[in-house]
């Protein structure tokens, strides 16, 4: 029998987290919660299944694992799950992550495996402080960001989205995790980064990456964008927003 058991609790200015091993979704893993309403934010499995526990990240891992891109930029690391699979699986990449709680990062350490290695540098800043910063131009930006299930507003406006056009290098992709519905009030995040990302980077893919679900009901979408988007990834079954 494989019980839950809490492996360690914090409350910092960014919130409550607690670390635990259970059962998610049937397989034995080890989950970062955050909130009271318990949003899981960060987890690996411990099944021994290749497979990245969440599936929202492997679809990002293949997404980026097609491209196959030297220069990778991530905002928002978590526990670091989906970089270190990244390293794993794209070992001749750069990849830079920027995670605004450092907390975070010691959790990482401690419980899910991460451990510093030269091409993965890790940035504690504000994400929106870094992208309007920094000088490097990247291939790919992945951006996973929350505040328990919702994405902040700055992270969703037109601003934004310029400052991620500004340093994405032509033919390169901007790949944003998203929790809402594909119809009515609820699709109202994914509504504003799809039209955002449309004016100022270029074409839009949506992936629904839960199935099963009503349009109405919130889920994990993945909102791709780039010059060359609808070529890139014509084979990726495409999820259309409604409003």
């Known amino acids: 029998m494989f019980g839950r058991q809490v492996l360690a609790e914090l409350t910092n200015r960014y919130g409550s987290f607690s670390v635990e091993d259970l059962l998610y979704n049937g397989r034995r893993a080890r989950v970062l919660f955050n909130g009271p309403n318990r949003a899981a934010q960060s987890g690996i499995a411990l099944d021994g299944n290749p497979r990245l526990l969440f599936d929202y990240n492997q679809y990002l891992l293949d997404i980026a694992v097609k491209l196959g891109p030297r220069n ?6 978590g526990t670091m799950t989906l970089p270190m699979a990244l390293m794993k699986q794209l070992p001749s990449s750069a990849i ?11 959790l990482a350490r401690k419980f899910f495996g991460y451990h510093p290695i030269p091409s993965l540098k890790v940035i504690i800043n504000d994400a929106k402080d870094f992208v309007s910063e920094t000088k490097t131009s990247y291939e790919l930006i992945l951006i996973d960001i929350f505040n328990a ?7 969703r406006n037109q601003e934004f989205a310029s400052q991620l056009a500004r340093i994405l290098l032509p033919g390169g992709v901007v790949a944003t995790n998203c929790i809402a519905a594909l119809s009515g009030p609820l699709a109202a995040p994914a509504l504003e980064i799809a039209s955002s990302y449309r ?6 893919k949506i992936v629904s990456v839960d199935k099963g679900f009503f349009s109405s009901t919130p889920q994990n ?11 890139q990834f014509k084979d990726l079954s495409e999820a259309y927003l409604a409003r």
């Open 96 to 106: 830079t992550v920027v995670e605004i709680n450092h907390d975070l990062i010691d």
């Open 72 to 77: 990778i930029l991530m905002l928002g690391g």
């Open 149 to 155: 299930f919702n994405i902040p507003s700055e992270f």
């Open 199 to 204: 004016k100022q980077i270029g074409p839009i």
């Open 221 to 231: 979408l993945l909102i791709l964008s780039g010059r060359d988007i609808k070529t």
